[in-house]
């Protein structure tokens, strides 16, 4: 073996590693200046400013583009006000986005509406829909009213509320039920019910004036049907809104175009959408409140004057277009609107471009030339010729911005930004692009009335593809659609997660379920009467048309001046507060009538609608004529406790003159002297009609004053019976649609109920109305009835008269047993007055015999005519001129309600 050892001097180990690492230092040195010539060097990174956004439905924290933001001041002005949905439909087509709305009166409406989720087209759809002139026409729809109800609303033509005996002046014309009533429906079908107006689709802010102390109040959170109803309270017109300690009414009357409220809410660009009125003519101010908005409009000129120079564009829409017909006019305000927003268009676009040139001014230099451009994560996606990616051409950090918010709009992208480097003298631009996760599964969760396959249609063309924020937040919207086409208006999305990792959405469907129901502001209805009529339960799915109905039939009672659902969120559910304004109860009722046949008559009725809070009503009713007398007090429960069952007691006393007619001949008058009781059970058809059992207990004297007359003398008539009487006409007088049916079937026993005479009665009325083409109105009648020939003249049956057959007097024929067809033709006028006028022609068949015989063609006989009437606050004016086939002819002429 051999071995070899060298001994080196200390020194000449030291020189020797020193000389090793300078050779690697160098080798290092010359290795990174050639990567150097070979590798790219960053020379900037460019981002994209984004600000956070509310985005009610997404799945991914959204963010906007940073940049210039647009408000909409939308003033007042009534009808003039469609024109904002004309100008929010040309903003939308040219993809101006709105930031924030400020909104008074009308402009509060639609800005509320859109804010909530409507689109435009929508918001038009619904104004197209509505018949306007109808919209202050509070009184109860007769289909929402018990049979008690509707035959009250036919008698009188003045109504006098009391409080404490003293007359008591409604606080405004109207109390505007009618409009809550849509504002509440519009906003239960609404996408978004927020009680915080800035977590909307974009911020809202609605103007309204506090008469207690003078101020303007500006609603930003709360319910926003009372925020969007006190908007549009026109004092005189609408009553005001009891909303914290505060009374509102027309945000008008302070700040009628909200410039500053909306520049003060962070807009950088604000539109002035003036619908306020020009000042009316003399001749335009005949009303109290016509009166009033002339008022306003001066009071309001100069602060007007003053927020218009504030904004930065202005659209202007002071005059009706002069159309003759409402559709004409909604039309033509909405084309103006868009025509005139589409001619400031480029002035809006201008402006915008100039603030985005002002806030990247600092980006406009340096020129940076770029020889390569390529994306990075995007490529497979398909935007790339969304920009411009020409290479060879000078960029400025501004024109790489420009094209970064072009490819995030695409909402395929979470994050975007751009490199500038630099390798061997090149300059390569880099768009770097992080697309969201692949969306590989929907989870829905809480969903019970609508099954998983419905709510997920909206997802599939998404599942399996990289998630687009867009695409995701339209399918969310989609399924609250699905739920409100269904009548499920407080469904919402609780919870949306976005599983990143595992790619799967998981959604939290709260269906709107019913925590609590609660009523305010009745002080004399008791709670069991509200829950009676308020068929909502704690516990149930919110339904629409259920809640619609149930506001009906509240208001329907007539216990009620208005009646406002306002849905709450809570953790436990959705509590219902339904907010009552109590009417006062005590009422004095006006009514008269007269006619060529029975004279002038009139009556005075006072009534308790609510007595004891039970909600049934006490009427004590006089009457007096020429020949005519009545006197009846009146007890009438609609329902008992919480059943269907109704109950009527009356007492009355009445005389009357009647002539006297045999075989259509007149040959005498006599007087009717009538009093006894009237008691009957029944039981209510839904609010259609009623069937019921009654007894009647009266004594009756005929007597004679003239001439010959058969059964002179006094009865006393015990009778028991059934009658159904279904009503479901839609207005009286002048019905347009619905159908009147009426059977009696009445017993008089002197055995069993200690009447003077037996006999019986039998009898059945059906007429309908149809209406085409709106002005056009048919109705057919049907009147039939008989009875035994122990019926007493003071029982017969009578035909006669301008209602009954033409060509006779008032209950010229009458009988034991008759028969009556007759077919009316009714056409409402088209003439500009704020009366109606109406044109009718009636045929009519019939026959009435005294006693039961074989029925003969001669019998019969028919009558014609023709009546021009008047629709009155006072009542219906006629005058009428018929004939009959033998012979016999009349002149009619009446007014005033029939009682």
């Known amino acids: 073996m051999r071995m070899e050892i060298r001994l080196t001097h200390p020194a000449i180990r030291r020189s020797t590693a020193a000389a090793a690492l300078r050779s690697r230092w160098l080798l290092l040195v010359l290795f990174f200046a050639a990567a150097t010539a070979a590798w790219p060097q960053r020379l900037l990174t460019i981002p994209l400013p984004r600000e956070a956004v509310q985005a009610p439905f997404s799945l991914v924290p959204e963010e906007r583009v940073a940049g210039p933001t647009v408000g909409l001041a939308l003033s007042g002005g009534g009808l003039r006000g469609i024109a904002h949905v004309g100008v929010l439909q040309t903003l939308s087509e040219h993809n101006i986005p709105i930031d924030y709305i400020s909104g008074t ?19 038009w759809k619904i104004i197209e829909k509505l018949d306007l002139g109808d919209l202050l026409n509070d009184s109860p729809s007769r289909a929402n009213q018990f049979l008690a109800e509707k035959q009250k609303q036919s008698r009188a033509f003045l109504q006098l509320r009391m409080a404490n005996w003293r007359f008591y002046l409604p606080e405004a014309i109207t109390p505007g039920q009618k409009l809550t009533n849509i504002l509440t429906d519009l906003y239960l079908n609404a996408p978004l019910h927020e009680s915080d107006f800035s977590c909307l689709r974009m911020p809202l802010k609605i103007q309204t004036t506090d008469l207690l102390t003078g101020s303007k109040i500006v609603l930003q959170q709360g319910n926003l049907i009372e925020a969007m109803r006190a908007s549009i309270a026109v004092p005189l017109l609408l ?7 505060s009374l509102l009414v ?9 410039v500053e409220e909306t520049r003060a809410m962070g807009a950088d660009i604000v539109i002035a959408v003036d619908c306020t009125a020009n000042l009316r003519a003399r001749a335009e101010m005949e009303l109290p409140w016509e009166l009033m908005d ?27 277009p002069a159309s ?78 420009a094209n970064l918010a072009t490819l995030y709009e695409t909402g395929y992208f979470e994050q975007v930004e751009a490199h500038l480097d630099a390798a061997g003298g090149d300059t390569t631009l880099v768009y770097d692009c992080m697309p969201y996760p692949e969306l590989k599964e929907i989870d829905l969760q809480g969903n019970s009335v609508l099954v998983d396959s419905v709510l997920l249609n909206p997802f599939a063309p998404l599942v399996g593809h990289p998630l687009n924020r867009h695409q995701a937040r339209e399918a969310l919207q989609q399924i609250i659609r699905l739920y409100r086409e269904e009548g499920y208006s407080l469904a919402s999305l609780r919870a949306v997660h976005f599983d990143r990792e595992r790619g799967i959405a998981r959604i939290t469907i709260d269906e709107g379920r019913i925590a609590r129901v609660r009523f305010e502001g009745q002080e004399m209805t008791r709670n069991s009467v509200l829950n009676r009529d308020f068929s909502l339960r704690s516990g149930d799915l919110f339904q629409r048309r259920q809640a619609q109905q149930a506001v009906n039939n509240l208001y329907g009672t007539g216990l009620f001046n208005s009646v406002t659902l306002l849905p709450q969120a809570g953790p436990e559910g959705w509590e219902l507060i339904v907010r009552l304004h109590e009417k006062k109860y005590t009422i004095l009722r006006l009514g008269s009538r007269y006619d060529l046949e029975r004279n002038g008559r009139a009556f005075l009725e006072v009534a308790h609608e609510n007595t004891f809070g039970s909600g049934n009503d006490i009427i004590l009713h006089g009457q007096y004529g020429d020949r005519d007398h009545k006197l009846f007090l009146q007890y009438n429960a609609d329902r008992l406790a919480n059943s269907d069952l109704s109950f009527q007691a009356t007492a009355r006393q009445e005389y009357a003159k009647r002539f006297y007619y045999k075989n259509l001949t007149g040959v005498g008058e006599y007087e009717r002297r009538g009093n006894g009781a009237h008691i009957s059970l029944g039981m209510q058809i839904a609010r259609l009609g009623m069937l019921s059992g009654f007894i009647r207990l009266e004594k009756m004297n005929i007597h004679r004053l003239s001439g010959s007359i058969i059964d002179a003398g006094e009865l006393n008539l015990n009778t028991i019976g059934l009658n159904s009487v279904v009503d479901t006409r839609d207005q009286i007088p002048f019905p347009t649609r619905g159908k009147y049916h009426t059977f009696t079937y009445e017993v008089s026993s002197g055995k069993f109920l200690g009447a003077d005479i037996s006999f019986f009665k039998v009898q059945n009325q059906l007429t309908t109305y149809w209406t085409f083409r709106n002005r056009n109105t048919f109705s057919p009648r049907l009147l039939w009835g008989t009875s035994d020939l122990t019926t ?52 009519d068949f019939g026959a009435v015999w005294e006693n039961s015989v074989e029925v003969k063609g001669n019998d019969f006989i028919s009558g014609r005519g023709a009546a021009l009437s008047l629709k009155t606050p006072l009542g219906p004016f006629s005058a009428a001129y018929g004939r009959a086939s033998n012979g016999h002819d009349r002149f009619y002429f009446s007014a005033g309600y029939n009682f």
């Open 105 to 123: 009166s009308i402009g509060s409406i639609i800005g509320g509406l859109y804010a909530s989720g409507y689109s435009p087209e929508e918001l």
């Open 239 to 245: 009553l005001p809104v009891e909303y914290n300690n």
């Open 250 to 258: 027309d945000g008008g009357l302070l700040d009628n175009l909200p």
């Open 294 to 320: 002339q008022v306003t409009t001066i009071m309001q000129q100069g602060h007007n004057l003053e927020q218009l120079e504030k904004a930065d564009l202005i659209l202007s829409f002071k005059s009706f």
């Open 324 to 401: 003759t017909t409402q559709h004409e006019v909604v039309r033509q305000l909405y084309e103006t609107a868009r025509a005139q927003t589409a001619e400031i268009i480029p002035q809006l676009k201008t402006l915008l471009e100039k603030r985005r040139a002002e806030e990247r001014s600092a980006l406009n230099s340096p020129l940076f030339r770029v020889e390569r451009v390529s994306f990075s994560g995007s490529s497979h996606l398909g935007f790339t010729d969304l920009i411009d990616a020409r290479s060879g051409r000078p960029y400025t950090p501004a024109d790489i911005q």
């Open 792 to 843: 007493p003249f003071s029982e017969h049956y009578r035909i006669g008269g301008e209602d009954s057959f033409y060509g006779l007097r008032e209950e010229e024929w009458s009988g034991r047993n008759m028969v009556l067809g007759s077919l009316e033709y009714r056409y409402c006028l088209p003439w500009k007055s704020y009366l109606t006028f109406y044109l009718s022609a009636r045929f």
